[in-house]
């Protein structure tokens, strides 16, 4: 009897369809026009000017998603910040300027007084070299005129460094030469 009735109910279920929760096939259907979540990307480029890697970045509620693909970095952990200017001059790429810092703190998340707006987590390449990693960067935006965007005038770039960022030596944290570069640009 049971399962006459369980068997009987999932089959009115079922045949009722849509009209069980209140649609019709012959209702007019509602467009949702949603904003798009601003997004932007780069072309990792290493000393040599060769492409090593990527990045995506999407504004999100809390913060702009970060997500990097690398290969052929040295072992260790490697300094990744975001810089001022939207250049990658080789082999230096002193052209990026300084980290991205509109709010004129000390570099740093271990620093009292920091840090830059720039200043990200380490990387850590895998065995053969390779990074993949997904992280959110909070207090910067992808849209334009605010004071925390870095989408402006003279652009932006993401630099991966020699050696780890300390976190808290102002300006760069002992993380060496610049050895990649890409100029952050936003996607349409």
């Known amino acids: 009897m049971w399962k006459n009735l369980i068997l009987l109910t999932a089959l009115t279920l079922i045949l009722s369809g849509c009209n069980l929760f209140g649609f019709s096939k012959d209702e007019e259907k509602i467009s949702v026009a949603a904003p798009k979540a601003l997004q932007a990307t780069a072309t990792i480029i290493d000393t040599e000017g060769k492409g090593i890697g990527h990045m995506e970045m999407t504004e999100g509620a809390d913060g702009v998603h970060i997500s990097l693909g690398v290969k052929g970095l040295s072992e260790g952990g490697h ?26 703190k000390r570099h740093g998340t271990d620093n009292p007084a920091g840090p830059h707006l720039g200043d990200l987590p380490n990387i850590t390449p895998e065995e053969d070299g390779n990074v993949q ?56």
Request: charged share 25%; net charge negative.
């Open 133 to 188: 990693v997904e992280f959110v960067a909070k207090n910067i935006t992808l849209k334009t005129g605010k004071e925390n965007s870095i989408i402006d005038e003279d652009g932006s770039a993401i630099v991966i460094h020699q050696y780890p960022d300390d976190y808290a030596t102002d300006p760069s944290g002992n993380s060496g030469d610049r050895i990649a570069c890409g100029v952050i640009t936003l996607k349409n």
């Open 79 to 104: 300094g990744f910040h975001i810089h001022e200017v939207g250049k990658c001059e080789k082999p230096t790429f002193e052209s990026a300027g300084s980290h991205f810092n509109p709010t004129n």
